[in-house]
């Protein structure tokens, strides 16, 4: 295609496409990390707690 | 008021509201980014290509914001010498990076149709690359140091150093010859240019803030047990009498 150069970008979907699907895949498996090591710090606290009381006992 | 809260630990009990955070953060972004992507007009000169603005902005503004949080959060901790801010610190950065990373990848796409390069070491996209290695760095040294007292103290410095670099990084388009564009306002930006902006924009900052409370209380749980006494040994299993095993 012989675009004459007018200073206007022409298409560039595929860098929106790439940009919006980066940030989405980034974030999101940010957000996952944070929950997962959040329930597993949970849990690891109950657990802990468990075995501090049957310690004191 | 317990022990933990006396010596100044987060409480832990308050992660609910992380999660409500992210989730009004996410649905902003979804309707943010719908709006930037399919009803806003194409840009005169850029057509479609600064649809990637809209995340691109929102996040640029945002780790500014995330990096301020965590230089407060520095500063308190050595003022006040409580662990929660040290929690707070800590998450602070980590999503600080995150936001830094994504807006070095989302400039570099942006960078490519419209200025014809990945990457140019000009003034704003350098002090922000800067900002992004400082506080990766400043992780690094958390993971590195295992007394908590000295990661602390330490961690907490070199966020204060590093710092210094974020109004370098806002003024660096004004200070010096730069291909980055300078910052926009509301009158120079049209209004239906201006929607996906501001929502996006609240959508990164309710998103940044739940995260950050959430991993705030990850960090405050570790923390917690690292500093407790060791706990006792799993009891035994009881031996079984000769005649009962056989």
């Not at chain 1, 989405?24 to 949970?42: C, D, K, M, N, P």
Request: charged fraction near 15%; charge should be positive; glycine fraction near 8%.
């Amino acid at each position: 295609m012989n675009i004459p150069m007018t200073g206007v970008v022409h298409g560039g979907w595929g860098f929106v496409t790439a940009a919006y699907v980066i940030t989405g895949v980034i974030l999101t498996s940010y957000v996952v990390s944070v929950f997962a090591r959040y329930r597993a710090e949970r849990a690891r606290q109950t657990r802990d707690s468990g075995r501090q009381a049957e310690g004191n006992r | 008021m317990d022990a933990h809260q006396k010596a100044g630990f987060l409480d832990e009990g308050k992660a609910g509201r992380g999660f409500v955070f992210v989730g009004i953060g996410v649905a902003l972004l979804l309707v943010g980014s719908y709006i930037g992507l399919f009803v806003a007009p194409a840009e005169e000169f850029m057509g479609d290509v600064y649809r990637i603005l809209y995340v691109h902005v929102p996040t640029a503004w945002n780790t500014m914001l995330v990096f301020t949080w965590a230089f407060a959060c520095a500063l308190s901790f050595l003022i006040k010498g409580t662990w929660k801010w040290d929690s707070r610190h800590e998450a602070a950065v980590e999503v600080g990076v995150v936001l830094a990373g994504l807006v070095c990848v989302q400039g570099s796409i942006w960078a490519k149709p419209t200025w014809g390069v990945w990457w140019d070491w000009d003034p704003r996209l350098t002090t922000t690359a800067v900002l992004f290695f400082g506080f990766a760095g400043i992780l690094a040294l958390r993971k590195f140091v295992d007394d908590p007292q000295k990661r602390a103290v330490w961690s907490a410095v070199a966020t204060i150093i590093t710092y210094v670099d974020v109004p370098i990084v806002y003024f660096s388009v004004r200070w010096w010859n730069s291909l980055h564009q300078i910052q926009s306002s509301p009158n120079t930006v049209s209004a239906p240019f201006l929607i996906p902006l501001r929502v996006n924009a609240f959508g990164v900052l309710f998103l940044w803030i739940g995260l950050s409370m959430l991993r705030s209380r990850v960090a405050a749980m570790r923390l917690r047990s690292e500093l407790a006494p060791p706990l006792p040994e799993p009891s035994p299993a009881p031996a079984l009498a000769p005649e009962a095993a056989r």
